[in-house]
């Protein structure tokens, strides 16, 4: 079993559409949680951290379930421009802990 | 202000060529790190520096890769010999402090190796 599984869609979803995905983690012992993002042959970058209370920004929210070992990405009034692939990345506690993403969520907005 | 930037950009190599990736992370920043990201796949993490200390090189596939970063700014990731199998967009990626933190990513070196 991988570390951190995604579902790698592709999620074609219509504009405006809410659209959801979890990123599932092996390690309970996984103290750090974030999202990138990363358009088609560009690098990643940071969309947010995931807090253990969960956090939104704008029209991201995003969440953690540590008994279930997994987090959430939430993206409410979906943009054509929100096209991507989405990477989670979990990681340990400390300043030497392996930093582990996901293969990425597929994500494509249609008009 | 400048962010992380890598090169080259593209580096194709014959197989047993040895090549060198050169990072050049954001001033200031004290984690460096490098991944290699396979088509369709996310970025496979390869090693960790602090400064100039190489904390962490669990995720080095082989004793062909090498990476240092002697004065804790520009890094270099060499692979001898190289591999079919060695190709693949090499990341870098640098943040502000020790630990968990927002990494910023250069473009990346695509590397191909015939």
């Known amino acids: 079993r991988k570390e951190v599984e995604q579902d790698p869609g592709p999620f074609n979803v219509p504009e405006g559409a809410t659209v959801a995905f979890n990123c599932t983690y092996s390690n309970s012992a996984s103290q750090s949680f974030f999202w990138y993002r990363q358009d088609c042959r560009k690098e990643p970058k940071l969309l947010m951290s995931?807090?253990?209370s969960g956090n939104e920004d704008g029209r991201f929210t995003a969440q953690l379930n540590r008994a279930s070992q997994y987090i959430s990405l939430l993206i409410r009034d979906s943009k054509l421009s929100d096209s991507a692939t989405y990477l989670c990345?979990?990681?340990?506690?400390?300043?030497?802990?392996?930093?582990?993403f996901g293969s990425g969520t597929r994500l494509s907005i249609r008009p | 202000g400048a962010g992380v930037s890598q090169s080259p950009r593209y580096k194709v190599a014959k197989r047993g060529q040895d090549v060198a990736l050169r990072c050049d992370p954001i001033?200031?920043?004290?984690?460096l790190f490098w991944y290699q990201q396979a088509l369709g796949q996310g970025p496979e993490f390869l090693t960790y520096?602090?400064?100039?200390?190489?904390?962490?090189k669990s995720g080095l596939p082989s004793d062909r890769f090498f990476a240092e970063r002697p004065e804790g700014s520009v890094s270099t990731l060499k692979i001898q010999r190289t591999q079919q199998e060695d190709s693949a967009v090499y990341l870098c990626?640098?943040?502000?402090?020790?630990?968990?933190?927002?990494?910023?990513f250069g473009p990346g070196t695509r590397l191909t190796v015939l």
């Open positions: 990345v979990v990681t340990g506690y400390s300043s030497a802990s392996k930093i582990i």
């Open positions: 995931v807090y253990s």
């Open positions: 001033s200031g920043h004290v984690s």
């Open positions: 520096f602090q400064n100039e200390a190489q904390l962490d």
């Open positions: 990626a640098s943040s502000l402090r020790e630990g968990p933190d927002t990494q910023y």
